[in-house]
C-alpha cells in the first residue's frame, strides 16, 4: 500500500475510528486501526467487537492499493502532531512508514486478514432522521441508563419505532426517562429495538457534523447509523449491537 494524503483529511477519519478502539483486549488486533486504500479512496475500519466505525476519505492519491492493520495509539498521537499539508504513508517489509515535511514515523503493523469483518449496511433498509433529532433524544434519555451489569437490558435505551412516531426510554428502576417525537420515515410496522448506549454516545459527535442520519437494522440484530449526507472528503458509519433482553414496562 502506499497513498498521499492531507494531513486534516487523515486526521479526522482517525478521529472518528479511533475512539472505539479499545485499551485492554485479548485480541491485540483489535488495538488497530484497519486501513484499505483502492481507487481515490482510504476506508478506517475500527471496532471493539460491541461498537464498530467505518469511516472513508475520497480524493486520495493511491499509488499502490492495499490495506494494513496499524496500532492506532502511537499512529494517531503522531497524525496529531503534524502541521498541515501531505502525509506519505507506505507498507514496507511489515512496517508501516509515514513522512511529512520532516518529520516520520515507522511502526510493525498486524496482519490486516485478522481484522474481523465488520458487516455492511443495507442502504435500501434504512430510515432518514434528522441528526439533530436524534441526538436531542439520546441526550434527553442516556442520563437514566443503569449501570447494573446484572440488568443488561437497562444498560440500553429502548426504542419503539411506529410508522409516525419515535421514542427513546431510559431507566435504572428509580429514574425514568422518555422522549417522544412524530416521524414521517416510512417505518411500516411497530418495532422495538434495546440500542447500546455506548454506541449511541460514540454516535453523538459524527451526528452533530451531519443534517440527516440513515438509520438500519441488521439481521445481525445491530442498530447502525450511516450518516448521510456524506461530506466531500469523509462519511461515516457507526454500529452497535442490540441486546436481546426484555425492558420493563414503563408508564409516564
Not at 114 to 140: H, N
Not at 201 to 207: E, G
Request: glycine share 4%; aromatic share 6%.
Amino acid at each position: 500500500m502506499k497513498i498521499t494524503i492531507q494531513q486534516a483529511d487523515l486526521q479526522k477519519a482517525l478521529a472518528v475510528v479511533a475512539s472505539v478502539v479499545p485499551g485492554k483486549t485479548t485480541l491485540p488486533v483489535l488495538t488497530c486501526v484497519l486501513m484499505e486504500a483502492e481507487g481515490e479512496t482510504l476506508a478506517m475500519s475500527a471496532t471493539n467487537l460491541d461498537i464498530s466505525v467505518r469511516t472513508s476519505v475520497e480524493g486520495v492519491k493511491v499509488d499502490q492499493a492495499g490495506k494494513v492493520a496499524v496500532p492506532a495509539q502511537k499512529f494517531v498521537s503522531f497524525v496529531r502532531s503534524l502541521s498541515a499539508g501531505e502525509v506519505s504513508i507506505k507498507l514496507k517489509d511489515q512496517k508501516i512508514q509515514v513522512v511529512a515535511s520532516k518529520a516520520n514515523f515507522s511502526e510493525a503493523v498486524m496482519n490486516a486478514d485478522e481484522f474481523p469483518a465488520l458487516p455492511e449496511l443495507d442502504a435500501d433498509r434504512g430510515y432518514e432522521v434528522p441528526s439533530s433529532t436524534l441526538v436531542q433524544m439520546i441526550k434527553s434519555t442516556s442520563y437514566a441508563v443503569s449501570r447494573d451489569e446484572t440488568r443488561p437490558a437497562l444498560m440500553g435505551i429502548l426504542w419503539e419505532m411506529k410508522p409516525t412516531s419515535l421514542s427513546m426510554i431510559a431507566t435504572d428502576a428509580h429514574r425514568l426517562a422518555k422522549v417522544d417525537r412524530k416521524m414521517d420515515w416510512g417505518v411500516t410496522e411497530v418495532r422495538n429495538v434495546i440500542a447500546d448506549t455506548q454506541g449511541l454516545l460514540k454516535y453523538l459527535p459524527i451526528a452533530e457534523a451531519e443534517e440527516t442520519t440513515t438509520c438500519t437494522w441488521a439481521t445481525t440484530r445491530s442498530v447502525s447509523w450511516p450518516a448521510a449526507p456524506c461530506c466531500t472528503r469523509a462519511c461515516w458509519k457507526a454500529r452497535s449491537r442490540t441486546t436481546r433482553r426484555s425492558f420493563p414496562r414503563t408508564t409516564i
